[in-house]
């Protein structure tokens, strides 16, 4: 079954630790997104891809880095920098004109 | 700066009555329009979506698409307990390279 897969479900950084987020994808699809979603919030963008070896930053990239060596994956970094990384993580892909698939989601939580 | 507005609800419809959720949004280039649903602690799914003025009907779930007026909406008839939900408007547009713009979600709660 093709679909978007994410890990772990759950999360917990210490202080001062960098987080790898994986987002794995077996639709074909080209463009991929990260999303951040805090309690009763809407989704804010962090990076997105559109083709291989290239991305984007949205609206929160500060704190975050990405990479896109693969057609299939886009994982994203929660690094140090980032002070407030207690969130939901959702990674997305889509074919180009066509809705968003999302994954189940990466619930991160600083300890 | 492109928008999509919802209210944020939440709203309150009995069962079995029709839930009527509305999006408006900034971008007159926008050319196609998506709801989500998302139950609480889950990822959003694509329900419906919609790219011509007027209605558009799948099972119990209309969207309704009004370019002049740059309102969508959605609608759901017979509503059930398992779609208290929040709802998420989105909307795809050429300016935004084709991203997808989502609006905030409106809480909807059907009360048995």
């Known amino acids: 079954d093709g679909g978007i897969t994410q890990s772990p479900k759950y999360l917990f950084r210490k202080e001062g630790q960098n987080v790898t987020l994986s987002c794995e994808q077996n639709?074909?699809?080209?463009?991929m997104y990260w999303y951040r979603q805090d309690p009763g919030q809407g989704l804010r963008l962090i990076y997105y891809?559109?083709?291989?070896?290239?991305?984007q930053k949205g609206d929160i990239a500060e704190g975050y880095s990405v990479s896109r060596e693969k057609k299939e994956s886009f994982p994203l970094t929660v690094t140090s920098a980032q002070k407030n990384p207690t969130a939901f993580y959702l990674c997305?892909?889509?074919?180009?004109?066509?809705?968003?698939?999302f994954g189940s989601g990466t619930r991160l939580t600083v300890v | 700066q492109k928008e999509v507005e919802q209210n944020s609800g939440p709203l309150s419809v009995p069962e079995g009555a029709i839930a009527s959720l509305n999006c408006t949004y900034s971008?007159?280039?926008?050319?196609?329009f998506f709801w989500y649903r998302q139950y609480s602690g889950k990822s959003p799914e694509l329900i419906m979506f919609i790219y011509s003025n007027g209605d558009k009907e799948d099972g119990r779930f209309t969207a309704q698409l009004n370019k002049a007026s740059q309102y969508v909406s959605l609608l759901i008839r017979d509503s059930q307990p398992s779609d208290s939900a929040t709802y998420l408007c989105?909307?795809?547009?050429?300016?935004?390279?084709?991203?997808?713009?989502w609006g905030a979600g409106t809480k909807l709660i059907i009360k048995p």
């Open positions: 989105a909307d795809r547009s050429k300016d935004s390279n084709y991203q997808l713009i």
């Open positions: 971008d007159r280039g926008s050319q196609s």
């Open positions: 997305a892909s889509s074919r180009t004109g066509l809705g968003y698939t």
């Open positions: 891809s559109q083709i291989v070896n290239d991305f």
């Open positions: 639709l074909n699809h080209d463009a």
